[in-house]
């Protein structure tokens, strides 16, 4: 079976993730374990955190950070 993708991103306070799934599915992802590093570092700055989008399968930022799909579904919590 297929993991779920996501549709709909919505960035929330404090480096958290509104994720909704293809299945229907609605979670919270924390991001702030992710938010270290030269490649993730740009995302402590709220208002590129906040520019966040999917492309259809995965989550993304405008200079190409992303978060593995499998780590989005499976490390999320349930609302």
């Known amino acids: 079976m297929l993991r779920p993708t996501v549709i709909k991103v919505l960035p ?45 399968f995965n989550i993304e930022w405008p200079n190409g950070q992303d978060i593995c799909p499998d780590d989005l579904y499976y490390n999320s919590k349930n609302l």
């Open 12 to 56: 929330e306070n404090d480096f958290i993730l509104f994720l909704e799934f293809d299945n229907g599915e609605k979670k919270y992802f924390d991001v702030k374990p992710y938010i270290k590093g030269s490649w993730f570092n740009e995302l402590n700055n709220i208002a590129y955190f906040k520019l966040v989008h999917t492309n259809g």
